[in-house]
């Protein structure tokens, strides 16, 4: 078993749905949580970041943390053509500049 | 201006061959690192620098070594490259000394590396 596991995608949505984006993982050590988004042919790029349980918005994106389920979770609020590309979710024990460790990723279309 | 590069962006080589891939970032970052992300998306921690030292040295093969000749630049060197090294080799860098758990990592825009 991976320590972070993604659900597997690939997800196709018309746009204006919401986006629910989900990673489980085994570690209980891991304190900080982060979404990372990765366009087509571009490297990762921090989407969301939090500390501990909790949930934190910003704009149109929600990240939500449940560390008694070992549960994580992304939403995407009337999602657009724009919000299309590979969404990975990362945990590390000492924060966001530490070590990483990633789930697979799962890659979003969301349809004009 | 671009803050973490990467050359090449495409490499393409025969199996036994030896490649190097170079990273520059220009933030002033102190650590710096090398990822590893195949053909599934799977992004995989190799190596880690902080200030010319090795912190992180994940289970990779020995033919991989890193070498940071200063804190601006990692770059990764691959002897006797093998059919599944092929892969997309990221470069990040970020600022540890600040003690801010939330400093983020930036990512270069990767090198495609294909082994005939």
């Known amino acids: 078993q991976k320590e972070v596991e993604q659900d597997p995608g690939p997800l196709s949505v018309p746009e204006g749905a919401i986006v629910s984006l989900n990673c489980t993982y085994s570690n209980s050590a891991f304190q900080y949580f982060m979404w990372y988004r990765q366009y087509s042919r571009k490297g990762p790029e921090l989407l969301m970041y939090?500390?501990?349980?909790g949930n934190k918005e910003d704009g149109r994106f929600t990240a939500q943390v449940d560390k008694s389920s070992k549960y994580i979770s992304l939403f995407i609020r009337d999602s657009q053509p724009s919000d299309s590309a590979t969404y990975l979710c990362a945990m590390s024990r000492n924060g966001a500049n530490s070590k990483l460790t990633f789930g697979k990723g799962i890659t979003l279309s969301v349809r004009p | 201006d671009t803050a973490v590069s990467q050359t090449p962006k495409y490499l393409v080589t025969q199996m036994g061959n030896d490649k190097s891939i170079k990273c520059e970032q220009n933030l002033g970052h102190d650590t710096m690192y090398w990822y590893k992300q195949d053909s599934k998306k799977f992004l995989k921690i190799m190596f880690s620098?902080?200030?010319?030292?090795?912190?992180i040295n994940e289970t990779v093969p020995n033919r991989f070594s890193p070498k940071s000749p200063d804190k601006a630049h990692l770059n990764l060197h691959i002897n006797s490259l093998e059919l599944g090294d092929s892969a997309v080799y990221f470069c990040?860098?970020?600022?540890?000394?600040?003690?801010?758990?939330?400093?983020?990592?930036?990512f270069g825009p990767g090198t495609r590396l294909t082994v005939l």
């Open positions: 990040a860098s970020s600022q540890v000394a600040s003690g801010r758990a939330s400093d983020t990592q930036y």
């Open positions: 620098y902080n200030n010319k030292e090795l912190i």
């Open positions: 939090t500390y501990s349980s």
